[in-house]
């Protein structure tokens, strides 16, 4: 029975060891198999990491070219946009130019037929005028009746009147034929490198003296703003002292009617001011006279549109000064308020 006993016993342990023993072969294959997935998860998870790391860089590196490829694409629209509006300043100046040009042979074909036979009126005007002091002479010294002789003194007086005024107004006309020619023919001087603010004051010295000796009364006071810092620019002086010329006139002949009219407490005042502006130099004349009206302000620079009276201008002053800016590839721009200003801004590009 001890025997039997032990026996059993024996193999209850034996039993369970051996389950014991197959529970933990189990337990260690379990373990195995879970660090296996362990392990491949973890490299599953570095995998994905690592690919998500590469999208990454790589999606940053299209981001990058895109935006390279967005600013190239944006320079280019840019080079287009301003060669196309170089184009379209071109293509205006040639049509300018054009027109500039059909109206200068229609002028200068116009002058030379007016010219010729206006010389004929003012030479054989003068040869009239000569001949009638002639007359006057002639009858002095004669015996004739007094009467009759004061009658035919007043006939050539009158003649000699009439005579005066055809003259007068001939040379007049004489003077238009020969603006006209020169608005027709000009041609420009060569370019030298110039000071526009020692232009801009020698040129103002000229205009003002030269106004004062046909309207002795007038005076007025300057207002300059030089920039110190202008650069000398490459223009035809002569050109550009013309335009400053007629701009000054203009200016001094508006502030004189101004002047005529008898307003309160009015003084004088012309404005120049000179600037470097980024790659361009403006010149602005400035004057308080009696202004530019709204309505005619786009017909200023058109040939012989003058607001002067007969006799005190041709017409041709803007439109010769017009002509020489935009030859030089600049701008005139005019701003004006009727009875207040009127200023002109002349815009010249450093090359």
Known sequence: MVLLDISIQSRVIIGISAMLLLFISFLVVFVANQRKKMQYHKERQTMNEERERLLKEQNQLLEQRVKERTAELSEQKEALQKALQELRASQSQLIQKEKMASLGQLTAGVAHEIQNPLNFVINFGEINTELMGEMKE???????????????????????????KILHHSKRADGIVKNMLQHSRRQSGAME??????????????AYHGFRTKHKS????????????????????????????????????SMNEKIKCNPDNYEPILTITTEKKEDKALITVRDNGLGIPTKILDKIYQPFFTTKPT????????????????????????????GEFAAFTIELNYR
């Open 218 to 253: 007038f005076h007025c006071n300057f207002q300059t703003s030089f920039d110190k810092d202008m650069d000398r620019i490459d223009l035809v002086t002569e050109d550009i002292g013309h335009t400053l010329v007629n701009l000054f006139n203009n200016a001094f002949f």
């Open 193 to 206: 490198l110039t000071d526009l603010n020692e232009l801009a004051e020698e040129y103002l010295k000229l």
């Open 311 to 338: 006799g005190e201008a041709t017409g041709l002053g803007l439109s010769l000064s017009y002509d020489m800016i935009k030859a030089h590839q600049g701008e005139l721009k005019a701003d004006s308020m009727e």
């Open 138 to 164: 002639r009858i002095a010294n004669e015996d004739l009746p007094a009467g009759f002789a004061t009658e035919l003194k007043d006939f050539i007086d009158d003649l000699a009147d009439n005579q005066h």
